[in-house]
Protein backbone atom coordinates (compact mmCIF):
# COMPACT_ATOMS: atom_id res chain seq x y z
CA UNK A 1 0.00 0.00 0.00
CA UNK A 2 1.45 3.70 -1.00
CA UNK A 3 2.60 5.32 1.94
CA UNK A 4 2.36 8.46 0.33
CA UNK A 5 -0.87 10.16 0.22
CA UNK A 6 -1.99 9.59 -3.82
CA UNK A 7 -3.15 12.84 -4.38
CA UNK A 8 0.48 14.38 -3.25
CA UNK A 9 2.44 11.38 -4.75
CA UNK A 10 0.43 12.41 -7.86
CA UNK A 11 1.54 16.14 -7.45
CA UNK A 12 4.64 15.21 -7.49
CA UNK A 13 5.05 12.96 -10.88
CA UNK A 14 3.48 15.86 -12.49
CA UNK A 15 5.99 18.19 -11.31
CA UNK A 16 8.69 16.15 -12.69
CA UNK A 17 6.87 15.42 -15.83
CA UNK A 18 6.23 18.86 -16.66
CA UNK A 19 9.39 19.61 -16.08
CA UNK A 20 11.02 17.30 -18.86
CA UNK A 21 12.96 19.06 -21.65
CA UNK A 22 13.32 17.88 -25.17
CA UNK A 23 14.93 14.39 -25.24
CA UNK A 24 14.12 13.48 -21.33
CA UNK A 25 11.50 11.06 -21.12
CA UNK A 26 9.11 9.97 -18.44
CA UNK A 27 7.19 5.94 -19.14
CA UNK A 28 4.89 4.27 -16.42
CA UNK A 29 6.12 0.63 -16.17
CA UNK A 30 2.83 -1.18 -15.13
CA UNK A 31 -0.91 -0.53 -14.84
CA UNK A 32 -0.63 2.95 -13.16
CA UNK A 33 -0.52 3.79 -17.42
CA UNK A 34 -0.98 7.51 -17.08
CA UNK A 35 -1.52 10.73 -14.72
CA UNK A 36 -5.12 10.76 -16.27
CA UNK A 37 -6.92 10.36 -12.78
CA UNK A 38 -4.88 13.69 -11.49
CA UNK A 39 -7.32 15.96 -12.37
CA UNK A 40 -10.23 13.72 -11.01
CA UNK A 41 -8.65 13.84 -7.76
CA UNK A 42 -8.04 17.74 -7.72
CA UNK A 43 -11.29 18.41 -8.11
CA UNK A 44 -12.97 16.45 -5.84
CA UNK A 45 -14.94 18.89 -4.08
CA UNK A 46 -14.95 16.58 -0.42
CA UNK A 47 -12.31 14.95 2.20
CA UNK A 48 -14.03 12.51 1.70
CA UNK A 49 -14.66 11.94 -2.22
CA UNK A 50 -11.03 12.27 -2.64
CA UNK A 51 -10.48 9.27 -0.04
CA UNK A 52 -12.54 7.13 -1.96
CA UNK A 53 -10.80 7.99 -4.93
CA UNK A 54 -7.51 6.76 -3.12
CA UNK A 55 -8.96 3.85 -1.90
CA UNK A 56 -10.34 2.44 -5.28
CA UNK A 57 -6.62 3.37 -6.55
CA UNK A 58 -4.29 1.81 -3.69
CA UNK A 59 -3.77 -1.04 -5.32
CA UNK A 60 -2.13 0.00 -7.83
CA UNK A 61 1.49 -0.19 -8.34
CA UNK A 62 3.48 2.76 -9.79
CA UNK A 63 6.62 2.80 -11.30
CA UNK A 64 8.40 4.75 -14.03
CA UNK A 65 11.52 4.70 -16.17
CA UNK A 66 13.16 8.47 -16.32
CA UNK A 67 15.41 8.19 -19.46
CA UNK A 68 17.22 10.88 -21.70
CA UNK A 69 17.94 9.95 -25.75
CA UNK A 70 21.62 8.67 -26.10
CA UNK A 71 21.95 8.00 -22.41
CA UNK A 72 23.20 3.91 -21.15
CA UNK A 73 22.16 4.38 -18.16
CA UNK A 74 18.47 5.60 -16.66
CA UNK A 75 16.43 5.77 -13.57
CA UNK A 76 13.48 3.63 -12.17
CA UNK A 77 11.87 4.63 -9.52
CA UNK A 78 9.18 2.57 -7.43
CA UNK A 79 6.63 4.95 -5.77
CA UNK A 80 6.00 2.14 -3.34
CA UNK A 81 8.81 2.34 -1.62
CA UNK A 82 8.61 6.13 -1.68
CA UNK A 83 7.16 8.28 1.67
CA UNK A 84 7.70 11.84 0.51
CA UNK A 85 10.45 12.21 2.49
CA UNK A 86 14.16 11.98 1.43
CA UNK A 87 15.43 9.48 3.37
CA UNK A 88 12.94 6.92 1.15
CA UNK A 89 14.46 8.31 -2.34
CA UNK A 90 17.76 6.05 -2.25
CA UNK A 91 15.57 2.84 -2.26
CA UNK A 92 13.12 3.78 -4.76
CA UNK A 93 15.28 4.30 -7.20
CA UNK A 94 17.04 1.73 -9.32
CA UNK A 95 19.89 2.02 -11.79
CA UNK A 96 19.32 0.15 -15.61
CA UNK A 97 20.24 0.30 -18.73
CA UNK A 98 21.60 -2.43 -21.73
CA UNK A 99 24.65 -4.12 -20.93
CA UNK A 100 25.34 -2.17 -17.55
CA UNK A 101 28.43 -3.29 -15.32
CA UNK A 102 28.73 -3.38 -11.90
CA UNK A 103 31.21 -0.68 -11.33
CA UNK A 104 28.94 2.26 -13.06
CA UNK A 105 25.90 0.96 -11.48
CA UNK A 106 27.87 1.86 -8.47
CA UNK A 107 28.85 4.92 -9.56
CA UNK A 108 25.24 6.36 -10.19
CA UNK A 109 24.20 5.02 -6.58
CA UNK A 110 26.72 7.28 -5.62
CA UNK A 111 25.88 9.92 -7.56
CA UNK A 112 22.77 9.83 -6.09
CA UNK A 113 23.61 9.55 -2.87
CA UNK A 114 25.25 12.79 -3.31
CA UNK A 115 22.39 14.65 -4.95
CA UNK A 116 20.31 13.47 -1.74
CA UNK A 117 22.56 15.38 0.52
CA UNK A 118 21.90 18.84 -1.57
CA UNK A 119 18.29 18.34 -0.70
CA UNK A 120 18.54 17.08 2.45
CA UNK A 121 17.09 20.46 3.40
CA UNK A 122 14.04 20.76 1.09
CA UNK A 123 10.87 20.02 2.65
CA UNK A 124 8.76 19.53 -0.40
CA UNK A 125 9.16 16.84 -3.21
CA UNK A 126 12.75 15.69 -2.92
CA UNK A 127 12.14 13.28 -5.73
CA UNK A 128 11.47 16.20 -8.21
CA UNK A 129 14.71 17.68 -6.57
CA UNK A 130 16.50 14.54 -7.40
CA UNK A 131 15.51 14.17 -10.44
CA UNK A 132 14.97 16.74 -12.16
CA UNK A 133 17.63 19.63 -10.67
CA UNK A 134 20.24 16.39 -10.07
CA UNK A 135 20.37 13.50 -11.81
CA UNK A 136 19.13 14.50 -15.29
CA UNK A 137 21.74 17.21 -16.07
CA UNK A 138 24.30 14.69 -14.68
CA UNK A 139 22.63 12.15 -17.37
CA UNK A 140 22.87 14.75 -20.18
CA UNK A 141 26.34 15.68 -19.26
CA UNK A 142 27.47 11.59 -19.08
CA UNK A 143 25.56 11.07 -22.15
CA UNK A 144 27.42 14.21 -24.14
CA UNK A 145 30.85 12.58 -22.87
CA UNK A 146 30.23 9.44 -24.46
CA UNK A 147 28.76 10.96 -27.67
CA UNK A 148 32.47 12.56 -28.12
CA UNK A 149 34.19 9.72 -27.02
CA UNK A 150 32.32 8.10 -30.14
CA UNK A 151 32.85 10.65 -32.55
CA UNK A 152 36.57 10.61 -31.76
CA UNK A 153 36.97 7.10 -32.42
CA UNK A 154 35.20 6.86 -35.84
CA UNK A 155 37.17 10.61 -36.57
CA UNK A 156 40.64 8.43 -36.16
CA UNK A 157 39.55 5.56 -38.12
CA UNK A 158 38.25 7.60 -40.99
CA UNK A 159 41.91 9.29 -40.35
CA UNK A 160 43.41 5.84 -40.48
CA UNK A 161 41.35 4.30 -43.53
CA UNK A 162 41.56 7.82 -46.00
CA UNK A 163 45.64 7.65 -44.64
CA UNK A 164 48.61 6.25 -46.92
CA UNK A 165 48.40 1.95 -46.00
CA UNK A 166 51.93 0.64 -45.37
CA UNK A 167 53.71 -0.71 -48.02
CA UNK A 168 55.26 -4.22 -47.36
CA UNK A 169 58.99 -5.59 -49.38
CA UNK A 170 59.18 -9.07 -49.39
CA UNK A 171 62.84 -10.77 -50.64
CA UNK A 172 63.14 -14.33 -52.08
CA UNK A 173 65.63 -16.55 -53.08
CA UNK A 174 66.15 -20.24 -53.81
CA UNK A 175 68.45 -22.96 -55.43
CA UNK A 176 67.17 -21.48 -59.19
CA UNK A 177 63.81 -20.42 -61.17
CA UNK A 178 63.58 -21.94 -64.47
CA UNK A 179 59.20 -23.43 -64.74
CA UNK A 180 57.72 -21.68 -67.44
CA UNK A 181 54.45 -22.23 -65.16
CA UNK A 182 55.69 -20.76 -62.08
CA UNK A 183 56.72 -17.64 -63.89
CA UNK A 184 53.43 -17.53 -64.90
CA UNK A 185 52.08 -17.85 -61.88
CA UNK A 186 53.90 -14.97 -60.63
CA UNK A 187 53.21 -12.23 -63.42
CA UNK A 188 49.05 -13.25 -62.76
CA UNK A 189 49.74 -12.50 -58.87
CA UNK A 190 51.69 -9.21 -59.39
CA UNK A 191 48.58 -8.31 -61.67
CA UNK A 192 45.57 -9.69 -59.79
CA UNK A 193 47.26 -8.35 -56.51
CA UNK A 194 48.23 -5.23 -57.40
CA UNK A 195 51.78 -5.96 -56.80
CA UNK A 196 54.95 -4.80 -58.48
CA UNK A 197 58.62 -6.64 -58.13
CA UNK A 198 60.60 -8.81 -60.57
CA UNK A 199 61.91 -12.71 -60.57
CA UNK A 200 65.93 -13.03 -61.70
CA UNK A 201 65.41 -16.31 -63.55
CA UNK A 202 67.58 -19.09 -64.03
CA UNK A 203 70.16 -20.06 -61.26
CA UNK A 204 70.14 -18.62 -58.24
CA UNK A 205 66.55 -17.54 -58.14
CA UNK A 206 65.59 -14.65 -56.90
CA UNK A 207 61.86 -12.70 -56.32
CA UNK A 208 61.52 -8.79 -54.98
CA UNK A 209 57.90 -7.71 -54.70
CA UNK A 210 56.20 -4.70 -52.98
CA UNK A 211 52.46 -4.29 -52.53
CA UNK A 212 50.19 -3.24 -49.63
CA UNK A 213 50.13 -5.71 -46.43
CA UNK A 214 47.11 -8.05 -47.38
CA UNK A 215 48.09 -8.23 -50.65
CA UNK A 216 51.64 -9.18 -49.65
CA UNK A 217 50.67 -11.62 -46.84
CA UNK A 218 48.70 -13.74 -49.67
CA UNK A 219 51.71 -13.56 -52.46
CA UNK A 220 54.01 -14.99 -50.01
CA UNK A 221 51.55 -17.69 -49.12
CA UNK A 222 50.85 -18.28 -53.08
CA UNK A 223 54.98 -18.98 -53.35
CA UNK A 224 55.78 -20.93 -50.65
CA UNK A 225 52.55 -23.33 -51.85
CA UNK A 226 54.88 -23.86 -54.72
CA UNK A 227 57.76 -25.42 -52.95
CA UNK A 228 60.32 -25.44 -55.24
CA UNK A 229 64.30 -26.39 -54.36
CA UNK A 230 65.99 -24.29 -51.35
CA UNK A 231 63.22 -21.80 -51.33
CA UNK A 232 63.59 -18.98 -48.42
CA UNK A 233 62.19 -16.33 -47.46
CA UNK A 234 65.25 -13.39 -46.56
CA UNK A 235 62.30 -10.91 -45.25
CA UNK A 236 58.79 -9.99 -45.39
CA UNK A 237 58.75 -6.64 -43.86
CA UNK A 238 57.31 -2.85 -43.80
CA UNK A 239 58.99 -1.02 -46.38
CA UNK A 240 60.71 1.90 -45.33
CA UNK A 241 58.99 5.03 -46.19
CA UNK A 242 62.31 7.24 -47.43
CA UNK A 243 62.74 3.94 -49.77
CA UNK A 244 59.32 4.63 -51.53
CA UNK A 245 60.11 6.47 -54.72
CA UNK A 246 63.61 6.09 -54.53
CA UNK A 247 66.22 7.84 -53.98
CA UNK A 248 66.33 8.94 -57.72
CA UNK A 249 62.52 9.10 -57.71
CA UNK A 250 62.00 5.94 -59.27
CA UNK A 251 59.85 3.04 -57.94
CA UNK A 252 58.88 -0.80 -58.79
CA UNK A 253 56.48 -0.33 -61.65
CA UNK A 254 54.78 -3.99 -63.06
CA UNK A 255 56.20 -6.78 -63.12
CA UNK A 256 59.49 -7.27 -64.85
CA UNK A 257 62.01 -10.80 -65.61
CA UNK A 258 65.93 -10.36 -65.14
CA UNK A 259 68.82 -13.40 -66.84
CA UNK A 260 71.98 -11.91 -64.60
CA UNK A 261 71.95 -10.97 -61.14
CA UNK A 262 74.08 -7.51 -62.01
CA UNK A 263 70.61 -6.24 -63.72
CA UNK A 264 68.80 -6.98 -59.98
CA UNK A 265 71.22 -5.22 -57.99
CA UNK A 266 71.06 -2.43 -60.45
CA UNK A 267 67.12 -2.43 -60.09
CA UNK A 268 67.47 -2.51 -56.46
CA UNK A 269 69.96 0.69 -56.40
CA UNK A 270 67.64 2.30 -59.31
CA UNK A 271 64.88 2.53 -56.96
CA UNK A 272 67.31 3.35 -53.62
CA UNK A 273 67.36 -0.18 -52.03
CA UNK A 274 70.72 -1.64 -53.13
CA UNK A 275 71.69 -2.66 -49.44
CA UNK A 276 68.65 -5.22 -49.41
CA UNK A 277 69.87 -7.14 -51.95
CA UNK A 278 74.03 -6.88 -50.91
CA UNK A 279 73.12 -7.03 -47.81
CA UNK A 280 71.60 -10.88 -48.26
CA UNK A 281 75.02 -11.68 -50.09
CA UNK A 282 73.45 -10.85 -54.01
CA UNK A 283 75.71 -9.35 -56.36
CA UNK A 284 78.18 -8.63 -53.56
CA UNK A 285 81.15 -8.04 -55.92
CA UNK A 286 79.05 -5.47 -58.32
CA UNK A 287 80.24 -2.55 -58.67
CA UNK A 288 78.26 1.08 -58.82
Not at 101 to 109: G, H, L, N, T
Not at 134 to 158: F, T
Amino acid sequence: MLALPLSRLIEELTLIRCSLLPGEHFTFLDSFSNLRDHSTLVAAVSEEEKDEIQKDMELLTARFRLAIDSAKVSFEIDCQRYDGECRSVNDCISITGDNLSRAMQERWRERVKEGLDGVEREEQYPLYQLLSLYLLPQLHESAKKDEDIGNNIREAEVERRQGPEEIYHVLFTSHHLISPSKRRNLQNWSSSLCIAGFAKVGYPGVIYAQGLKDDMEEFVGNVKAMQWLALKVRFVEPLESDHVGGEKGGDLIGWKEFEKVGEVVEEMRRVGRGKYVVEMGIGAGVRE
